[in-house]
């Protein structure tokens, strides 16, 4: 499992081994000021992070930055 | 003068340690072992008459069996109160004194109370049926445990009422009552500040709940493998059709994925209370990330994807029922042959 959030001491808290930070907790992937395009392309930035981190061996909690 | 029995493990009965845990049950005038320390403690208004031990393995193997014959061998002696342990941190003891307190508690309907380690097993399987003592986790807090002890068990054999579990020194489960503070609360933090930057110690007001902790998953190639979204978002099909709470929600909701081509806006809302909607509204894939996972499958960069999303509100929801939450999920993800999930968290 990998865990998207953006306040990632509380991911940390509970105990989750791999932690991709988000941006904003009403928005945590995307950004409503930004055009659909990069509201999208921040999206996926994200996931492909999210992708990374499922690729990776982990021996502890490790947040994915 | 109130008549006690004690109820102790074969080592604390001096009998013998591990290869002697397989005793069954005896009963004995008076006080042995951590009796003496209680004794001190209830001065002359309380006595120990009898002690009762047994071997912790005895108990564990057949709890039925053992606390029939414990509760037997305590109808006869009629005591006012029953006291079982301290148990420190040992896990079989412990057990043993949650269950036959409770079991005296229920069957003989005299107060009881028990004692032992905040993270003995028995702690947290009696702690809401029985007043448990918290203590140390070795036998050298019994110097410290005996007069809490004393105390509390005094005031249950005498019917007097009992203090909030902070002022009696009993886990709180077992009761909950309300008290004032002599201090309001502004000056109470500061001075747990103050504390806190001098390196002084001082006790949280509220502690976090013990978050369990599991091993890192192996890597996987996510070329080949299945993927889920779960989120604790709040993402729901438009109009919230399971009435998922806006907080403390009491459950989840399992759900297809919408229509790619729609406007998000029609399809997605979310249900939860503890942010500003407008943006998960506005656009689900903000909090719930398909559109991208979709594109990922098309492009060959990701295996397969799971058919449905899973989803609940994290706002005030107990920790309690959101892991039973994730536990029925990944039953359901594990059936499916899910092994990526990416939770989203708001």
Do not use: W
């Amino acid at each position: 499992m990998v865990h998207i959030c953006t306040i990632t001491p509380i991911s940390m808290t509970v105990g989750a081994n791999r932690i991709v930070p988000a941006i904003a907790i009403p928005y945590p992937l995307g950004n409503p000021k930004a055009t659909a395009d990069e509201d999208k392309a921040i999206r996926r930035e994200i996931m492909e992070k999210a992708l990374v981190a499922f690729e990776t061996p982990v021996d502890n909690q490790t947040i994915f930055e | 003068m109130i008549k006690i029995v004690h109820y102790i493990n074969q080592f604390y009965a001096g009998v013998g340690g591990e290869e002697k845990a397989d005793i069954g049950p005896s009963i004995q005038e008076g006080t042995m072992g951590p009796g003496l320390a209680l004794k001190a403690a209830f001065g002359s208004e309380a006595e120990i008459t009898h002690t009762i031990y047994c071997g912790d393995s005895y108990y564990a193997a057949d709890t039925g069996k053992a606390s029939a014959e414990i509760l037997e061998m305590i109808k006869q002696v009629k005591p006012d109160l029953f006291i079982a342990g301290p148990a420190f941190n040992a896990g079989r003891y412990g057990l043993a004194c949650g269950s036959i307190s409770k079991i005296v508690q229920d069957e003989l309907g005299i107060p009881v109370v028990t004692a032992m380690y905040h993270e003995n097993p028995g702690a947290e399987m009696y702690k809401d049926s029985v007043y448990i003592v918290a203590t140390k986790d070795s036998a050298a807090g019994m110097r410290t445990a005996a007069p809490t002890l004393a105390k509390l068990a005094l005031k249950l054999a005498k019917g007097e009422k009992i203090g909030a579990s902070i002022e009696e020194g009993y886990m709180p489960g077992k009761a909950r009552v309300n008290f004032f503070e002599e201090k309001r609360g502004s000056r109470r933090a500061v001075e747990m500040l103050l504390a806190k930057i001098s390196g002084k110690p001082f006790v949280t007001e509220f502690p976090m709940p013990d978050f369990d902790r599991v091993a890192p998953a192996a890597k996987i190639d996510v070329k080949t493998a299945r993927f889920a979204i779960v989120t604790s978002g709040g993402i729901v099909p438009k109009g919230n059709p399971d009435r998922i709470e806006s907080s403390s929600a009491s459950k989840y909701g399992e759900y297809e994925y919408a229509d790619l081509n729609a406007d998000p806006s029609t399809v997605y809302e979310t249900a939860h209370g503890g942010y500003d909607p407008v943006y998960a509204n506005q656009n689900g894939y903000r909090v719930l990330p398909y559109d991208i996972l979709d594109e990922f499958q098309k492009a060959g960069k990701i295996g397969s994807i799971h058919g449905k999303y899973y989803t609940t509100v994290g706002n005030g929801t107990a920790v309690k029922d959101s892991a039973r939450y994730g536990q029925e999920i990944a039953e359901k993800l594990l059936a499916d042959g899910v092994n990526a999930v990416v939770l989203t968290s708001t």
